[in-house]
């Protein structure tokens, strides 16, 4: 068994991921970490992990976890992944894993010189839903394909959280904006040439909290909006010319509805809906992250992926400071 430390006490973590690596068939996890020992005790106790640090330095330089999963703050995910990788232990990093392209050069230059493995934890790319919807693209279910459509919002104001704290890392893109974007790039394969974008900030906050971008990928065009402050949705719909696909629940599965594909024709005269019962995209996630550490044969999320990724919101946001296109 892979043994994961947790860096943190952070919500994703309880509520998601360490549910799920315990309920995983090749990992576990072995200890947590916090700034605050009675934290990481409360927690290690509440999940049943037999060990708890009172820094997460001192966890790092354990021998009792061969992994780390990283939920903190965005603006510390570079900061602690090359430690971890320094520290010689495989690095699950929550997304963004760093706030600009650049950024992951170092990270990059830490995976290789320890030969660790170090990816984002970009749980949709690990989901049957979304392994389908590539392979109907593929076997040009809905013909040639022309145009991407997507919508992620939510509404949160809370000046306490980190989404609203630019110096946390705060913000729609980072937060959401990144899922239309790595998932249309993992079911196509493709990377987009150029985007336009309008982006608002809250005036009391000053993350960017609405933006609607449209991107030219050369054989199709991808157009999105994301918001914070917007009632919740969430939707992905590939559209052909014999076709098209409508994901339901793209992104949190079973939390803003069925996973489930629609695939309708081209004159609406067949729709075939294709369920998924309980995913469980998080534990997939752990699963795979343990294989590919192991060195099996594994698709993860590169860094070299995450950098592009990245490069595509760095985009964003200068397409949103001009009018017309701005290149990749």
């Known amino acids: 068994m892979l043994r994961f430390g947790i860096i943190s006490t952070a919500r994703i973590g309880e509520e998601l991921v360490i549910p799920a690596i315990q309920d995983a068939t090749n990992c576990v996890v072995s200890a947590i970490a916090s700034r605050d020992l009675s934290k990481a005790r409360a927690m290690a106790d509440r999940f049943s992990v037999p060990h708890a640090f009172g820094s997460y330095e001192e966890m790092l330089a354990s021998d009792k976890i061969d992994a780390v999963y990283i939920p903190l703050p965005t603006s510390q995910h570079v900061e602690w992944t090359i430690k971890a990788a320094d520290a010689g232990k495989h690095v699950l990093c929550e997304k963004p894993i760093a706030l600009a392209a650049h950024e992951i050069d170092s990270l990059i230059a830490a995976r290789d010189r320890n030969e660790v493995l170090v990816t984002e934890a970009y749980m949709v790319t690990y989901s049957p839903v979304w392994r389908k919807v590539r392979s109907l693209l ?19 104001r809370d000046p306490g959280n980190m989404r609203n704290i630019p110096a946390l890392g705060g913000g729609g893109l980072p937060d959401i904006g990144v899922y239309p974007t790595i998932s249309t790039r993992f079911v196509t394969g493709k990377e987009p040439l150029r985007v336009q974008a309008t982006t608002e900030r809250d005036p009391e906050f000053g993350t960017d909290i609405y933006s609607s971008v449209r991107a030219d990928f050369g054989d199709f065009e991808l157009s999105f909006y994301i918001s914070t402050q917007l009632a919740a949705r969430q939707v992905m719909v590939f559209h052909g010319d014999k076709g098209y696909i409508e994901v339901k629940s793209p992104f949190n599965a079973n939390r803003y509805g069925a996973e489930e594909i629609e695939l309708t024709n081209q004159n609406h005269s067949q729709s075939q809906h294709i369920r998924f019962q309980d995913c469980r995209q998080y534990k997939l996630e752990a699963e795979a992250f343990t294989r590919a550490a192991r060195g099996e044969k594994e698709e993860v999320v590169t860094l070299e992926s995450s950098k592009n990724n990245q490069k595509f919101i760095d985009a964003v946001y200068r397409a949103s400071e001009k009018v017309g296109w701005e290149n990749v």
Not at 138 to 156: R, S
Request: proline fraction near 0%.
């Open 138 to 156: 593929a076997e040009g279910a809905i013909g040639t394909l022309k145009h991407v459509q997507g919508a992620f919002t939510y509404f949160n």
